[in-house]
């Protein structure tokens, strides 16, 4: 069970030094904030800041970040005027 385990962090520790892991989370946060639930796209936002800091990945974490604030935005703006 302890290989397991092991493995397991072994390839989350490689996806985030490649960045990958940001760009999943903070896709499927997006995507989930404009959808569901809008707190995701608070961390869709810190996904795609991470992802610029460490990766330096413009495009995509601009993206990212600009669709969790405007999943989350858009919940509050409607949640305010009902």
């Known amino acids: ?3 397991s385990q092991n493995s ?4 989350v520790q490689a996806w ?3 960045g990958r ?15 569901f639930i ?3 796209g608070l961390l869709a936002v810190y996904c795609g800041y991470k992802l610029y800091d460490t990766q330096e990945k ?3 974490s601009i993206l990212m ?10 919940w509050v ?3 305010t005027t009902v």
């Open 1 to 3: 069970m302890s290989e």
């Open 8 to 11: 397991l962090k072994n390839t």
């Open 16 to 18: 985030n030094e490649e």
């Open 21 to 35: 892991l940001y760009v999943v989370v903070g896709l499927i946060a997006a995507i989930l904030s404009l959808v």
């Open 38 to 40: 809008p707190l995701f």
């Open 58 to 60: 413009t495009v995509l």
């Open 65 to 74: 970040a600009g669709l969790g604030g405007f999943g989350f935005l858009f």
């Open 77 to 79: 703006y409607f949640l």
